[in-house]
C-alpha cells in the first residue's frame, strides 16, 4: 500500500485510526507515573513513518486533517507542521475558525480547550 512493507502498513494504518478518533492531546507522559496514553504512542509512530517516509505518509495525515476528530487534527495540523511548515501554517490558520472541544493534558494536568484557542497559539508565519 505505501510501500514501506505490509507490517508497517497495518501498524500506519492503526496509529493514523488511533489519532481519527483521539479525544485527547498529549504529546509527552501524563500522570504522576508519566504514562503514555495509546493516542501519544500512535502519534510517535506516524511521526516516525513520516520522518522516515514523507511521501507515504503524507496522504495519510492530510486525510487525517480532514477527517479526524478535534483532537485528531491537531496531531495532522502538528505533523504537517513538521514535515512542511506552508502547509503546517495554512492547516493551523484554517483551525482558527473552529470551536470544535477536546480535551489537553500536559504531565498531571488536565484541560480542556477549542481548536480556535489551540490554533491561536500557534504562530501564523514561520
Given at each position: 500500500m505505501f510501500g514501506i512493507g505490509k507490517k508497517r502498513d497495518r501498524e500506519l494504518e492503526a496509529a493514523v485510526e488511533e489519532l481519527r478518533q483521539a479525544d485527547t492531546v498529549a504529546f509527552g507522559g501524563v500522570g504522576i507515573a508519566g504514562t503514555l496514553l495509546p493516542v501519544t504512542e500512535a502519534y510517535r509512530r506516524v511521526r516516525a513513518a513520516l520522518?522516515?517516509?514523507?511521501?507515504?505518509?503524507?496522504?495519510?495525515?492530510?486525510r487525517l486533517l480532514d477527517t479526524g476528530?478535534?483532537?485528531?487534527?491537531?496531531y495532522a495540523a502538528t505533523l504537517l507542521e513538521q514535515l512542511d511548515p506552508a502547509a503546517g501554517r495554512a492547516a493551523w490558520a484554517a483551525l482558527r475558525d473552529d470551536p470544535a472541544e477536546f480535551g489537553t493534558f500536559t504531565g498531571c494536568v488536565m484541560g480542556r480547550t477549542t481548536l480556535r484557542e489551540y490554533a491561536a497559539e500557534r504562530p501564523a508565519q514561520a
Open positions: 520522518a522516515d517516509h514523507p511521501d507515504d505518509v503524507r496522504e495519510q495525515v492530510d476528530s478535534p483532537a485528531g487534527r491537531v
